[in-house]
């Protein structure tokens, strides 16, 4: 094991060397860049050994790994943005032929050409495209969730894709702290998954893979792809505690933060969870019951822990980078509201919009936020979706 | 071996004349009668004279009863009169009518392409060289296995069969079919394997694929068969870049110039003035505004491993750069682009799919060219060329042409043509 002072795309790059991937097909786009030009170093250093294919765009980059994927390989993409909308069509592709593959998606405003600002709303336009996704808070968690991505996509129950989304600029190139696991404990880790047969182009029985599955067929492959997609949330856990035993390091698909005694929780994905934890820390100290709860894994989406964890709580405050169109909320927000019927009583919830295209959630902004949220469990009438830039 | 056949070509063989069968009755060995058969119409002023085509599995062969015929080691169908017992079931069978009944000695007798002499007598007295002897063996003993099933769903009088078959034929069955959706969807069809992609992302997901077996030293053929429509038009960029960086891909395009799988639409390589459902004919258009994008000459341009045209009235020409690209694969990147007839969306007869691109080669519309990393040089070069009205009167989907889209459609011919010309001119 190193440890190392690495930006979240080199995080990336690292985990992506350690899972020893047979493919990686690499366009370059802010703020994804610095881990294709990593990959290359690694590469023209000898220290990965895949093919890498310079591809012009990103339709280009996910249909070359799928069917490298296909023939058997492992296989890497990232991208972000307009490159994720670019290459919707086979990643929809990808998914929808249950192929197994791993990618990372910089988070990045889409709305704008000068929309090159983080946010979530890239990932979000992406969310019924039917890969797995998983939203790392910090550098050392964006290269973890490379390696369990691997384990997941590959897994013969699973066979899904998975899409590792972290946030542009606040952890794709902010620097942190991060263990840089050695390769023996890594391939003992990916064993599971590497030993599988893997090629079916290699298997004279299996001669077509096609898109031509239609009526009942279709809808009997539809309904397995929707039961391994549910089935993901146990296999998820199996992993994890298999990633803990070797590395000691746990995530869950909510990670919670003082969340159990809480009676006001925040609600949130990504990197802004740091700084909600400081604040939580100083209510705390002021006597107030509050505790974050961060989506981790937002496909499959977890609905009966986010069910347990809304249980007993009087108010949420929901922070959130991107917004849902049509429904005058954010995204986790509007997700949140559809577990409410499973919980006995249910929170008041209050969403809060911040942090769009680079902006900053700051202290200050979610100061206000939570004084709306207590005023809302208070019994009081507050908006229920608010811009905190403007609050 | 060579694999003898009578061939027919279309100088006009004149009703009335009889030297072929005078011959053939003169050749000197029994039963004293010509085996081949002139059939006449007079008042249509049509001719022509039937022979056996020495089939490889002809039906004659598995109807006879008492297994008389027989595909000989000297490669063509004889007869063997001691086992024969006169029914007449194979000259019944044969579509070609190549047998004949003696009718008083109760036997069937045919050509055995007067085995023993240097050519067959017809042929030699054929005084408007319309019969000749053509030896198919080197085209044949390059074929593998048919990995077709028997029968592919294409329209009737459509040639994409005979490409498809001849293209697998010639490359062997260690190769991952690509195709798109699109007319030539083979799927189940073929006994090689077979992966079905996005009409956008052929040469990308063959990339990939590509790779991985280069990463794990595996030479299979990596085979993209899809039309024009996947290539030149929305894809365009997705063959450019893996031509650029020479991935060992195949790429045959079939070019049907519209898209034909939907119903007959313009695309980059449908010709000028050409009718398709997009580019209509009325008082204000008349047919498409554009000339076509020459595909073939983009890609060899980036300088490829192997890059050709081919078609159907060509087919030894059409074999030879198949076994070419199939040896250029193994390092980078081949494409042959194909033109291949559409006789319902070009509106012509069905029977005319292969006499149409021998036209159009003849007219200069079509040139026989290939391009080894760049240096073009023709692989068949009309000395003279004729006028393309002979080529756009075969189609209905010219049939609104005037004086003056004819005199642009030769002359971008013309202009392509010498363009073609000074590519293939080699400097010292």
Known sequence: ?391 | MAYPTLLKNDNGCPVGCQECLKACADRGSYPKLPQIEKVELPEENFSTVSTCNQCSDGDCLDVCPTGALRKNSAGFVAIDPATCLGCGLCNMVCPYGGIMSIENLHKSSKCDMCHGRETAACAEACPHQVLSEMKAGPLLESFQPDVCSPGLQFCAGCAMELVARVLLKTLGDDVVLFGAPSCCVLSDKVKVQYYGTLMTNLASTASGVSRYFKKTGRETICLALTGDGATADLAFGTVSAAAERGERILYVCYDNEAYMNTGIQRIGTTPFGAWTNTTQVGSHDRGKSRAAKDVAILIAEHGVNYAATATLGYMADMVEKFKKAKEAVKTGFAYIHVLAPCPTGWKMPTELAVAVTRMAVSVNYFPLWEAVKGNFAFTHEVKDPRPVGDYIGLMKRFGHYDLRQTETLQAIVDERYRRLKRLTHKLQ
């Open chain 1, 1 to 391: 094991m190193d440890v190392k002072v690495l930006s979240g795309n080199k995080a990336a790059a690292h985990g992506v060397r350690l899972a020893r991937p047979d493919v990686i097909a690499m366009y370059p786009i802010t703020p994804q860049t610095p881990l294709a030009e990593e990959l290359a170093k690694f590469h023209a250093e000898g220290l990965i050994d895949a093919e890498i294919i310079e591809v012009e765009g990103e339709h280009t980059a996910m249909s070359a790994i799928t069917g490298a994927a296909v023939a058997g390989g492992r296989v890497f993409t990232a991208t972000s943005s307009w490159g994720l909308s670019y290459m919707n069509e086979p990643f929809m592709f990808c998914a929808g032929n249950r192929v197994p593959a791993v990618m990372v998606n910089v988070t990045r405003e889409t709305s704008s050409l000068r929309g090159v600002g983080g946010s979530r709303q890239d990932i979000m336009t992406a969310r019924d495209g039917g890969w797995i996704q998983i939203e790392p808070e910090t550098c050392q968690e964006v290269l973890d969730s490379v390696l369990i991505a691997y384990r997941l996509s590959e897994d013969p129950r699973v066979l899904l894709p998975v899409v590792v989304a972290y946030d542009g600029f606040f952890l794709s190139h902010q620097y942190e702290r991060v263990e840089v696991p050695d390769q023996a404990t890594v391939d003992k880790f990916l064993a599971p998954v590497s030993a599988r047969i893997r090629s079916k182009l290699d298997d004279p029985r299996t001669l077509h893979f096609s898109i031509s599955l239609a009526g009942m067929d279709f809808a009997n492959y539809r309904k397995m792809a929707l039961e391994a997609m549910e089935g993901a949330k146990a296999i998820h856990g199996e992993v994890e505690d298999e990633f803990a035993a070797l590395f000691g390091r746990r995530y869950g698909m909510i990670d919670t933060y003082r969340a159990d005694d809480a009676e006001i929780i925040y609600l949130t994905a990504g990197s802004c969870s740091g700084t909600i934890r400081t604040i939580v820390d100083r209510a705390r100290n002021r006597g107030h019951k509050i505790g974050l709860a961060r989506l981790r894994v937002f496909r499959p989406y977890p609905r009966e822990e986010m069910a347990r964890v809304l249980e007993g709580k009087k108010a949420v405050a929901v922070i959130e980078r991107s917004i849902c169109l049509g429904w005058n909320c954010g995204h986790l927000f509007q997700e949140a509201r559809a577990v409410l019927p499973d919980v006995t009583n249910p929170p008041k919830m209050v969403d809060f919009i911040d942090g769009l295209s680079s902006l900053d959630i700051t202290a200050d902004h979610l100061e206000k936020a939570l004084a709306i949220t207590m005023a809302a469990a208070d019994g009081q009438t507050v908006k229920e979706t608010n811009w905190l830039i403007w609050e």
